[in-house]
């Protein structure tokens, strides 16, 4: 059996949130946000352990939180770095697992039936990651927002997380693009690398708070 490492990233600057704190240790239904995803990887019987990533100043908040989790998995704090990918290329240094699955923390929706069907697909590919349809039709502009090609419907997703890898591919892919600016997930990592990402189907619950007004969405 492969082993398989659950990594949280949770060490953003929440600016768009606009609180002047970490959207993920608001609560939701009196639980803090980064909770909810927390318990769900601890709950999933394909992870041998959990990696959070955040702010080294945060932790003793996130250590609070851990205390009302009941965790029958291991659980590692690393700090993040300036930038997301940074953030997990920190976590990917500190596991030798043979997968990992990344999950944005701002998504307290996930589900473990997400993660079943990322490591599935890992069986054909490298990488894998839930998304879903887009509703509406995409425009691709130029820098002055001027519309030069439009994407088929059907076969336009949003990606969401959680996102599942090879380690190892991605580590030595993570120090090779290193300060790519260009990059926004890991999967497009992967694909600069020249593999192939295999979209698992999820749901338009699956958001992530992004503001304040994101929180009625993920309260019911």
């Known amino acids: 059996m492969k082993t398989v490492t659950g990594i949280i990233v949770a060490a ?3 600016t768009r949130f606009g609180q002047g704190r970490n959207k993920n240790l608001f609560e939701v239904n009196e639980k803090p946000i980064i909770a909810y995803s927390i318990e769900v990887l601890n709950k999933s019987k394909k992870i041998n352990d959990i990696i959070l990533v955040i702010k080294p100043e945060e932790r003793e908040y996130f250590e609070d939180i851990q205390k009302i989790i009941k965790l029958d998995k291991p659980i590692k704090y ?3 770095g300036e ?3 940074e ?3 920190n976590a990917l240094k500190e596991t030798n697992s043979d997968i990992v699955i990344i999950h944005d923390g701002a998504r307290p929706r996930i589900k473990e039936e997400y993660i079943d069907r990322c490591l599935e697909a890992m069986e054909e590919f490298k990488g894998a990651t839930v998304a879903v349809k887009s509703k509406d039709t995409i425009k691709i502009c130029d820098d002055n927002g001027v519309v030069i ?3 088929k419907r059907a076969n336009t997703y949003l990606i969401q997380t959680p996102q599942c890898f090879n380690r190892e591919i991605l580590l030595d892919l993570h120090e090779k693009f290193k300060g790519d600016n260009e990059i926004t997930d890991d ?3 992967l694909e600069k690398g020249g593999y192939s990402i295999k979209v698992v189907e999820g749901d338009y619950t699956n958001i992530k708070v992004t503001t304040f007004d994101d ?3 993920v309260e019911e």
Do not use: A, I
């Open 78 to 80: 690393v700090n993040g």
């Open 215 to 217: 929180l009625h969405l």
């Open 87 to 89: 953030s997990v290329y």
């Open 149 to 151: 090609e439009t994407t």
């Open 12 to 14: 953003g600057n929440s």
């Open 83 to 85: 930038t997301r990918m």
């Open 187 to 189: 999967c497009m990592v």
